[in-house]
């Protein structure tokens, strides 16, 4: 391939070339018209002399018809304007302006042929200049007349000043079009590192999707193709980043569930153990007090178990998990989870549809899966409405090598503000909820090398994509 400078180079050299040949061209063609009207005026003035001396001199004495065949063949030439004969007696005998037929004119005496301008006389259109022409009639080497004739010339400094004009607005239409040709081969040049300039501007702005398709063996093209090789770079290297930084939160936070569950988990036991003495020892024996004791206790063992719960998800998101990977049945897996939640969707009447999912296959480990998909599910039953929909579609992305499933509420949504965090420890907007659900979602989705993104759905509701590997 050509290199850049080369091809700068190659630009400038033909717009040399270009513009030497125009200057050339104008200048041969303001030459030849030029030569062209000197030659025409020329034979203009050879065919004067030309009817001068060969129509009159080898006449012995010419009469009128033959002087009227002569001024009308004089006529003609259409550079002559006027012409008249003065025969030997020095008055005019014949002439192209009858007015002047008869006028005694001087000048029989020279042999020579006399031509001078006719100062202050011009055409009416000022581009010619008018020359009178005195030629003498010899025979037998004696003065026997003169004709005297009045041409029209072109005036050659107009002639130059059209020709300067006429070439000027040539090369300046030239100029401009080949300007416009430059400007477009520059800018067709050079658009490749203005989309490089944008491109730079987007991954320092945060963006490292960035990418820059290329053709090609020149140095914009090994910039362009070395410009997305660090952009990939910089890419793997934010998501190990990020991991990175989510293996420190993991490890703090079994840490901290390491010296808390011990201490949590044995005041709660002795809690519930006590509720259940109380249920059987101290029970009411009256209808009503007994039902409302009975409520108490029973809200008290569903706190300890809200408690433990959370206990237990503190410890799972801080905790390794060793994966059992197996190959799963989208289908299979989706129902028996529909029917685990089936109590919760018909107590609000909820709607839950699957599509894509006959022959879809995952290589997971199926109970950790299984809470993944929980936590959403539940997540969505207690956004949407009375009679709302939950849709989960899944699809092969055999080009990429990987599975395509999203799950889809009718809800209210999510704030924008809070996409960004909804996946982080211990966020939440639900006053019971532990903000620990979306996040061990998270991480098990990692953990199976796979993504997830939280978006809201185009019609309304909140909407989550994840992404599997087809084979573990």
Not at 19 to 44: N, S, Y
Not at 56 to 85: H, T, Y
Not at 143 to 155: C, H
Not at 285 to 307: C, F, H, M, N, P
Request: some cysteine.
């Amino acid at each position: 391939m050509i290199r850049f400078e080369i091809k700068l180079l190659l630009v400038f050299v033909i717009f040399f070339i270009g513009v030497v040949g125009l200057m050339l061209f104008l200048t041969m063609r303001a030459e030849k018209k030029l030569i062209d009207e000197v030659e025409k005026d020329l034979q203009d003035f050879v065919r004067t002399v030309h009817f001068s001396t060969r129509k009159l001199s080898m006449e012995r004495g010419p009469d009128r018809e033959a002087l009227e065949r002569f001024i009308e063949e004089a006529k003609k030439n259409k550079a002559v304007r006027e012409v008249s004969v003065v025969g030997s007696t020095q008055e005019v005998i014949a002439s192209s302006n009858p007015k002047k037929v008869g006028e005694r004119r001087e000048g029989l005496s020279g042999q020579e042929i006399v031509v001078r301008e006719q100062f202050g006389e011009k055409e009416s259109s000022g581009q010619k200049k008018r020359y009178e022409v005195r030629i003498p009639l010899i025979r037998n080497d004696r003065v026997i007349g003169l004709v005297q004739s009045s041409l029209v010339t072109e005036d050659y400094r107009y002639l130059l000043r059209q020709l300067y004009l006429e070439n000027l607005m040539i090369a300046a239409g030239v100029m401009l079009f080949a300007f416009g040709a430059v400007f477009f081969i520059l800018n067709r040049m050079n658009r490749p590192l203005r989309s490089l300039t944008l491109a730079a501007g987007r991954v320092a702005a945060g963006d490292l999707t960035t990418t820059l398709t290329s053709n090609g063996d020149d140095e914009v093209v090994r910039l362009t193709n070395a410009f997305n090789v660090m952009t990939q770079k910089l890419a793997e290297q934010k998501k190990l980043e990020d991991k990175l930084h989510s293996l420190e939160r993991r490890e703090i936070l079994a840490e901290m569930a390491s010296s808390l569950a011990h201490e949590i988990r044995n005041p709660l036991n002795l809690i519930n153990l006590t509720a259940d003495h109380l249920s059987q020892q101290f029970q009411p024996e009256a209808g009503e007090r007994q039902q409302a004791y009975q409520d108490l206790i029973s809200g008290l063992k569903t706190e300890v178990r809200q408690l433990n719960r959370m206990v237990t998800d503190f410890l799972n998101i801080g905790r390794p998990v060793k994966l059992k990977k197996n190959r799963v049945s989208c289908a299979d897996f989706f129902d028996q989870i529909q029917r685990s939640i089936q109590h919760q969707l018909n107590s609000k009447e909820i709607t839950l549809k699957f599509s894509g999912l006959k022959d879809l296959w995952m290589m997971v480990d199926q109970e950790q899966m299984r809470l993944v998909f929980l936590n959403l599910f539940l997540n969505a039953i207690e956004a949407v409405p009375n009679s709302g929909s939950i849709v989960v579609h899944g699809e092969n992305r055999d080009s990429s090598g990987e599975i395509f499933i999203s799950v889809t509420d009718n809800g209210s949504g999510i704030p924008s503000e809070d996409l960004h965090r909804i996946f982080e420890p211990y966020f939440t907007k639900r006053q019971e909820g532990t903000g620990l659900g979306l996040a061990l979602v998270k991480r098990i989705i990692e953990e199976h090398d796979g993504t997830i993104k939280a978006a809201n759905a185009s019609g309304g509701g909140a909407r989550f994509e994840i992404t599997l590997p087809m084979e573990g």
